[in-house]
Every structure is written in structure tokens, then in C-alpha cells.
């Protein structure tokens, strides 16, 4: 498994490794040894979530606050979407900024979110099947959602016309009025070493192509 860091601190992209043939293929999609080998995390999963979107279905930007904020470690099994995480970890040197990549079925590449970030995705093919862990369970009461196109957070979404949001995401907080609900990230899943702050406020994956980047 290959690791890559992100423009936020404890935002990791993973890359399995895999196995072909003239049969197919075969990776582990998850080795707990392995993962804790890469990133120095021990992340205890206790629920797989699976959706299903269509083209341009954007979804978040969502999180729970504490004492039930989750981890996630985000893939894509089929399809293609433009993945984001925006850092609300108060003590952080990136609180406030984003991050953006593309997760496919044909890249095989995985987003481990440490607790502290709201994440939100838009589908960019025909369809979509996301995955993702938790170390958390859903829990109704601690959910928030910010609203994906808060002007302060500048998220460069690569949209191809307008949105389809779920009402829950329509009805999303600004940025200015999610942060008094903000909480710390657990400490015990977030023990990478902080990065220095980024001179660019925000950050896109350059895997992104340029006509994504120009929406």
C-alpha cells in the first residue's frame, strides 16, 4: 500500500496494491496491519456504509460532532467522484481549508479522514457506488451539515450544471455558523504529525483536470 499526504494535516490517500491477469484482478481493500504499518494509525471501524448517486448528486458537507465524531476511510467500487474534506479542527494549522480528489473504480484509491472533518463528494459519472468505514456510529443527534457552497469555504466543485442535493444539504449551515459547533478531533485517531500551514488557502488534487479545475 502506497500513502500520499494531502494539503491537510492527517488527510492520507491510499493506494492498494494490486494483483492482474488475463483473469482480472485481486487487493485487500483493507488489512488492518497494513494500514496501521502506513499511516501509524489504529483505527477501530465499527460500520460500512454503501450509497448509490447519480451524474452530479452532491452530497455533505456532513460531520458529527464530538463525543461521536468519526474517521472515515472513503472508496469508490464503481463510477467516479470528486471527493472533498474541509478541516473544522479548531487547533489545527489548516482549520478552514479544503482538500479535493478524485475517487474511481478504475484508480482503486482510498481517503482516510481522521476525526475533525466534514466531507461531502459529487458524482462525476453516470453513476456512482461510495464506500466508507467509520470509527464511529451514525448518530442523528450529533450530525450537522455545512452547506457545500458556503462563499467562505470556496470549494472549486467541478459541477456540470446545478447540483441535486437532498433537503437535509439544501438546508446546510455557513461556514461562519457551523463553527460555534465545532468540536476537536479525537486525539487517540489523530496522532500524525501536523503539517506546516499552506500558503495556498485552499487545495485541489492535480489529478483534477484543468476543465474540472476552470467550473
Known amino acids: 500500500m502506497q500513502i500520499m499526504k494531502t494539503a491537510i494535516a492527517g488527510v492520507l490517500l ?10 482480472g484482478f485481486f487487493f485487500e481493500s483493507y488489512n488492518e496491519k497494513s494500514f496501521r504499518d502506513v499511516t501509524g494509525l489504529t483505527a ?18 456532513h460531520y458529527q460532532i464530538e463525543p461521536k465524531a468519526q474517521g472515515k476511510l472513503i472508496r469508490v467500487v464503481s463510477g467516479t467522484v470528486f471527493d472533498v474534506a474541509v478541516d473544522i479542527r479548531r487547533d489545527s494549522p489548516t482549520y478552514g481549508r ?24 459529487l458524482t462525476l459519472s453516470d453513476s456512482a457506488e461510495f464506500l ?19 462563499p467562505a469555504l470556496a470549494i472549486a466543485w467541478p459541477l456540470d450544471g446545478p447540483p441535486t442535493l ?12 457551523a463553527q460555534n459547533l465545532c468540536e476537536r478531533a479525537s486525539p487517540t485517531l489523530n496522532r500524525l504529525q501536523q503539517t506546516p500551514r499552506v500558503p495556498i488557502r485552499n487545495m485541489i488534487s492535480p489529478m483534477l483536470s484543468a476543465a474540472a479545475i476552470a467550473h
Open 98 to 121: 479544503w482538500v479535493g480528489e478524485i475517487l474511481s473504480g478504475e484508480n482503486r484509491r482510498q481517503l482516510w479522514l481522521p476525526p475533525g472533518m466534514a466531507h461531502g463528494f
Open 44 to 61: 477501530a471501524f465499527v460500520q460500512d456504509n454503501h450509497s448509490k448517486s447519480a451524474k452530479n448528486v452532491l452530497r455533505g458537507l
Open 14 to 23: 491510499l493506494e492498494p496494491k494490486m494483483f492482474g491477469d488475463e483473469r
Open 132 to 150: 466508507y468505514k467509520t470509527t464511529d456510529y451514525y448518530s442523528p443527534e450529533h450530525e450537522r451539515c455545512i452547506a457545500w457552497n458556503d
Open 166 to 177: 437532498s433537503a437535509k444539504d439544501s438546508a446546510g449551515l455557513s461556514w461562519s455558523g
